[in-house]
């Protein structure tokens, strides 16, 4: 296929990818860089995130990155500075900072009635706010040429998935920002800038890991049934969610405007029975 017919490249777009030292992260990133683009890389850690940076650049790829707290509006601010200083735009926008909060997530035998309302406070404002002040930040210089932000859901946002009810409520919240948000740019800038959301499935991350599984490997009653449910029969692997993400952000999907798209090897279609 010719460059020129390759709807799904991402060649000369600058792409920033929050949450980028993350485990989901390092899939988007590599996947991005593969389709071409010049990928900034944001998040806490700069040992991981200068580890990313060599290996796109290895790779024959563009990268730089930025250390910066998606709930800080000042780091958002001189990230955007930064990036705008070195490349002149910003092309896409991937929200993938997120996650779970240990202290958020409801014990077996706990009493309903006595949660930590600080911890869900503190699951809701990562997810939720940790993507809107981004897309507030970024989303300036997006408008200026055009581009695609991506946000990144759960199919916990749609069905009860017990125990992690701050996390489930933040993305239950990221769907509806999605849609509302994307009307409103369609409304102000017309086809120029678009904003959809990726609901993955079940994932090993870091955050979860102790969730699913045990020290040995095995699954916990947890991982189990969520195996269960799960028609493919086991987790997702990250780099099963590059093809929707790199679709989201190329011209591929230029008429896609406030959609979820969904990976979960049909965890979400199927009953359990």
């Known amino acids: ?16 990818v929050t949450g980028a030292t993350g485990v989901l992260g390092e899939a988007f990133v590599n996947g991005l860089a593969a389709a071409d ?4 890389i944001i998040g806490r850690n700069e040992e991981v995130a200068q580890a990313r940076v060599n290996e796109v650049i290895k790779s024959g790829g563009k990268a730089i990155y930025i250390i910066a707290d998606v709930l800080n509006e000042e780091d958002l601010l001189k990230a955007n500075a930064k990036i705008t200083n070195e490349f002149g735009k910003i092309d896409g926008l ?8 240990a202290e958020a997530v409801v014990q077996p035998g706990k009493d309903i009635f006595d949660l930590n309302i600080d911890a869900l406070k503190q699951a809701f404002d ?11 930040i970024f989303g300036k210089e997006l408008a200026k040429q055009g581009g695609s932000i991506v946000n990144i859901s759960s199919v916990s946002a749609s069905q009860a998935v017990t125990r992690v009810l701050g996390y489930s409520l933040a993305k239950s919240a ?19 800038l678009r904003m959809n959301a990726i609901v993955p499935g ?28 799960t028609p493919f029969k086991r987790f997702g692997n990250p780099d099963e969610l590059i093809g929707a993400l790199v679709y989201l952000l190329s011209d591929a999907s ?14 979400g279609a199927y009953s359990g029975v």
């Open 1 to 16: 296929m010719t460059e020129e017919l390759n709807i799904f490249s991402l060649k000369n777009k600058v792409i920033v």
């Open 126 to 136: 990562l997810n939720l706010f940790g993507t809107i002040l981004p897309t507030q």
């Open 202 to 229: 079940f994932f090993i991350t870091n955050q979860n890991r102790q969730l699913l599984t045990n020290q040995d490997g095995t699954l916990t009653a947890r991982g189990e049934a969520i195996i269960y449910k």
């Open 37 to 40: 683009a010049t990928v900034v």
């Open 94 to 101: 991937v929200n993938a900072a997120g996650g779970n909060v």
């Open 174 to 192: 990221i769907d509806s920002y999605t849609k509302w948000m994307a009307v409103e740019l369609a409304n102000r800038y017309g086809e120029k």
């Open 254 to 267: 230029k008429f896609v405007n406030g959609e979820t798209l969904t990976v979960d090897g049909g965890f």
